[in-house]
């Protein structure tokens, strides 16, 4: 016997929660305990008196599985409401990533011209290195991270992803 | 305010029982221990709660359990920090899965020194975080009460469950200005009556079926009696049989003309198979367990599915239906009796499925060949049946073939009258749960059906029931092997059978004698109805050693991995061993 592995597809949840200890180990602990996967995952305070964080999260899974997933993400008493980014419509994700690279000579010039061709700024910059700030979707990071390995790269720090519906009206 | 008429301060153990007061609660099953002494203190200065001391922390979840299912309240824990909380999470777990209302107090240590490692530290929160509906760390004595009051709400609203409240034992004993209360939190909005699109559309689709069913769970009973009722009522309306799942027997009554048995792994054979051929199916208040479904993808092929559900999580989450309906059962059935009714919609001729119906009954799934010489386990069950059903006994079970046999051949025709551990399958549940029942129907009946094996695993709670003078009957269909782990290895493992032979037994009325119960031994066919009258009898706790046969299976079987229409009926059919896709389903 094996193990049958299943067609997956990739999903951005948003996750409105209270911000209160132990809700972030609430979820993310659900998606193990539960063998859900998780991409990434990001959260931050997003209300003025500090009662409500926003948790993005991406995951994969066959679409009952995903289904699954906000059934039980709702089912937590913390979780208010969970939007499914990729199935609501047009929406914008982005991610900012943290790149140093260090390298002399024609090296360190390539870096430089490709962080430009990618717009993303310098913030930090030595005689032999520079920390480049990325913004954008993952698949940019992703491509833009791959050609800094070949001028240098020595680490990197991705925030993972946020985001918002298009249009005039909140999720 | 002035100084005059400030509010007088209260410790948090005093805010806590205040508030259980306040929350209806009377009785409390725990254990005393260092991180819970002030609570214990403010609890000896109220006598308005009674405290049932258990043996064990274990014991006062299951004893919970036992007294929220058979009375309908929440069942209220109270154990220490440390290993009290972790001896209580099989009961946490338990309930979680089995949707039973519980409020677990856990001591812990103060709330300086958490996370230091100190003594009786465990990380209660964490530890329980994934086998409970909600859990708090409560960190201020003023949050002490607001907090309690939405635990009982979670606990006992929507789909009911455990609730943990970890409080430091500084918490318990620092004071706070009693009139501190926070807003009353509306996050937790369960869902209550369906939407009447949906409703007409399930009552036209019932009302049009050729071969209905339905199919209902546990759900039924936690909506209350009222629920119960409506099942009776939509059941006659509709004219269509009517099955349950292990955690639903007794919401329709087994004397009712539609009632088929329990269905799943082992339900009758009629129940499995108007499943698997029915046209509308509608699943009242269950969920799909896989002890239910068999194999998935040959669950019901050519039905249409109707799913009534108060936790949207269950409705899709292994079988797709056609139609869910999110809303308490109970509500959901009135409405369809509403409209059946407005619409004056008549029950179809459904002849030939009560023919193709009264033809699967003919087989006689639960037969077995009885004997005269040794007593059959099924035959022990009818006899406690026979002696016992015009008292309205309240049956709790530890987990195995005894606890499949109880639900085949002893019928329900209430609900909260049949208390087992269905989802986690917690051997060890039926004794403290009969000790819970009992506290909660002093004058029930309450009878533990044991099976050997199990009934060692909570065997310390035979001292509670004496203590309490509690006179619950333990009914142990002794067979001497753990018999559901013996039927699966002579019919997985061809007959090997590893670890599964009950030795070095205590004799049993001996231990009842010890523990001040009586004991009572029984292995004679011929003498089983007087020694059953003489349990019955007795007025105190008896122990009843029934000696039965020792290589009886239960059947009728789905076995793992099998569809409906695959049941073994009986022992001849089987083949001694299985696939590994089989092997590796539970």
């Not at chain 1, 180990?25 to 996967?37: E, H, K, L, P, V």
């Not at chain 1, 930090?124 to 979707?137: K, M, P, R």
């Not at chain 2, 998935?296 to 056609?322: E, G, M, Y």
Request: proline share 4%; charged share 20%; hydrophobic share 40%.
């Amino acid at each position: 016997m094996h193990i049958k592995q299943e067609l997956t597809e990739r999903h951005v949840l948003t996750l409105t929660v209270d911000n209160e200890a132990g809700t972030l180990a609430r979820i993310a602990g659900m998606f193990t305990s539960r063998g859900y996967n998780i991409d990434s995952l990001t959260v931050a305070d997003i209300s003025e008196d500090h009662t409500t964080s926003r948790i993005t999260i991406v995951t994969r899974g066959p679409p009952p599985v995903i289904d699954q997933i906000i059934a039980q993400c709702e089912r937590l008493i913390p979780v208010h409401k969970v939007t499914d980014l990729t199935e609501a419509g047009p929406h914008v994700e982005r991610e900012l990533a943290l790149v140093k690279v260090r390298g002399t000579g024609d090296q360190r010039v390539e870096a430089m011209r490709l962080a430009d061709i990618y717009r993303a700024r310098v913030i930090d910059a030595t005689v032999n290195s520079f920390i480049f700030e990325i913004t954008g979707g993952p698949d940019k990071i992703d491509t833009f991270v791959a050609l800094m390995r070949e001028v240098g790269l020595v680490e990197v720090g991705r925030t993972g992803i946020v985001g918002l519906m298009r249009g005039a009206e909140g999720s | 305010m002035s100084e005059d008429f400030a509010v007088p301060e209260k410790s948090g153990a005093e805010i806590l029982i205040d508030t259980l007061i306040e929350q209806g609660v009377d009785t409390v099953f725990g254990y005393p221990g260092g991180a819970v002494l002030p609570i214990y203190d403010a609890l000896f200065q109220h006598k308005k709660i009674r405290h049932v001391l258990v043996r064990h922390e274990a014991g006062a979840a299951h004893a919970a359990e036992g007294y929220a299912r058979s009375t309908g309240k929440p069942g209220v824990v109270l154990v220490t920090s440390g290993p009290g909380a972790t001896n209580a999470v099989t009961g946490i777990a338990d309930a979680f899965m089995d949707s039973i209302p519980l409020i677990v107090l856990t001591g812990q240590v103060a709330t300086n020194l958490i996370g230091s490692d100190a003594f009786q530290e465990a990380d209660t929160v964490g530890i329980t975080r994934h086998c409970s509906k909600h859990n708090y760390l409560v960190k201020d004595p003023a949050d002490l009460a607001s907090t309690v009051r939405e635990a009982f709400a979670i606990a006992t609203k929507g789909r009911p469950g455990p609730v943990v409240i970890d409080i430091p034992k500084n918490v318990q004993v620092a004071t706070t200005s009693t009139d501190v209360k926070r807003a009353t939190s509306s996050r937790f909005n369960p869902a209550g009556e369906a939407d009447y699109a949906e409703i007409n559309r399930a009552v036209e689709l019932l009302a049009n079926a050729k071969a209905p069913i339905l199919y209902t769970g546990g759900g039924v009973i936690n909506s209350g009696p009222d629920a119960s009722a409506a099942l009776r009522e939509l059941a006659e309306l509709c004219g269509a049989p009517v099955t349950s799942t292990l955690m639903g027997l007794g919401a329709y009554p087994a004397s009712g003309d539609a009632w088929l048995g329990m269905l799943g792994m082992h339900g009758t054979y009629e129940a499995n198979m108007a499943m698997n051929q029915c046209d509308v199916m509608l699943c009242l208040g269950a969920r799909f367990d896989d002890r239910v479904t068999g194999r998935l993808d040959a669950f019901s092929p050519d039905s249409i599915k109707i799913h009534i559900d108060i936790d949207r999580s269950s409705i899709n989450k292994t079988v797709r239906v056609d139609l869910p309906i999110v809303a308490d059962v109970g509500a959901a059935m009135r409405q369809m009796i509403e409209v059946w009714k407005g619409r004056k919609y008549k029950a179809a001729a459904l002849d030939d499925w009560w023919a193709r119906i009264k033809g699967w009954r003919a087989v006689d799934c639960l037969s077995y060949a009885d004997s005269t010489q040794e007593i059959m386990p099924q035959y022990a069950i009818e006899r406690l049946f026979a002696a016992t059903k015009d008292k309205s006994p309240i049956i709790t079970t530890e987990v195995g073939q005894h606890q499949m046999w109880a639900a085949q051949h002893f019928h329900f025709d209430a609900p909260n009258k049949w208390l087992t551990s269905g989802g986690l399958g917690t051997m060890g549940y039926g004794l403290p749960a009969a000790v819970g029942a009992q506290m909660g129907n002093p004058d029930a009946l309450v009878i533990d059906i044991a099976g050997e094996a199990s009934i060692q695993m909570n065997i310390q709670e035979m001292a509670t029931a004496t203590q309490y003078r509690l006179p619950v009957k333990v009914f142990i269909l002794n067979n001497e092997w753990m018999g559901m782990v013996r039927q699966w290895q002579e019919l997985t493992y061809e007959s090997r059978f590893s670890e599964s032979y009950s030795d070095s037994l205590p004799d049993f009325v001996a231990l009842a004698e010890a523990y001040g119960w009586k004991g009572i031994r029984c292995s004679d066919p011929a003498k089983l109805d007087e020694a059953i009258a003489e349990m019955l009898a007795y007025d105190g706790p008896v122990m009843f050693d029934c000696r039965v046969h020792k290589t009886s299976n239960c059947f009728p079987m789905i076995p793992s991995g099998a569809a409906h229409t695959d049941m073994i009926l009986h022992s001849d059919e089987v083949s001694g061993t299985m696939d590994d896709e089989a092997k590796a389903l539970v």
